[in-house]
């Protein structure tokens, strides 16, 4: 299969589901991902950037939880909506261990995904944490954006 924007925007859209999933669930990720290959079409999906996300979240999720947890504001993590909260861990696994996907790339598809998929105008909230994020691991990349 051809990697494609569009195959990695599919598996982005799954991976956020089985994180949501595995975070409300607290199911074993293996069987998540397991379903997802099962009960889905993925002939159109990048199934080794899904499956990165889906294994890498999780082993990851305290490091990636404090990567953005500084700029929740006031916010706890327990308080944050599960989509948002998925969507930033699936971002800051992205900016962490994808150096070959441009920043802004990682920051349009999770504010996209929170358009669908989130809370009214959590989008916003997205695209104002992962852009701080961002600042702090591809800060070479983000200043070179900004000249």
């Known amino acids: 299969m051809k990697i494609s924007a569009a195959t990695r925007s599919r598996a982005r859209v799954f991976a956020m589901q089985a994180i949501y999933q595995w975070q409300m669930t607290g199911n074993p990720i293996h069987l998540i991902e397991a379903g997802f290959h099962a009960d889905n ?3 159109k999906v990048d199934t080794d950037y899904f499956q990165q996300i889906v294994r890498g979240v999780p082993s990851q ?8 947890q500084p ?3 006031t916010l706890r993590l327990e308080k944050l909506d599960p989509v948002t909260k998925a969507l930033l861990r699936q971002a800051c696994f992205e900016f962490k261990s994808r150096a070959d996907v441009p920043y802004k790339v990682v920051i349009n598809e999770a504010v996209n995904l929170a358009k669908k998929y989130g809370a009214e105008d959590s989008h916003k909230f997205v695209n104002g944490v992962l852009d701080k994020v961002a600042g702090d691991l591809r800060s070479l990349e983000v200043s070179a954006a900004k000249k």
Not at 61 to 68: M, N, P
């Open 41 to 43: 079409d993925m002939s």
């Open 61 to 68: 999720v305290a490091e990636l939880d404090s990567l953005f």
């Open 71 to 73: 700029y929740l504001r």
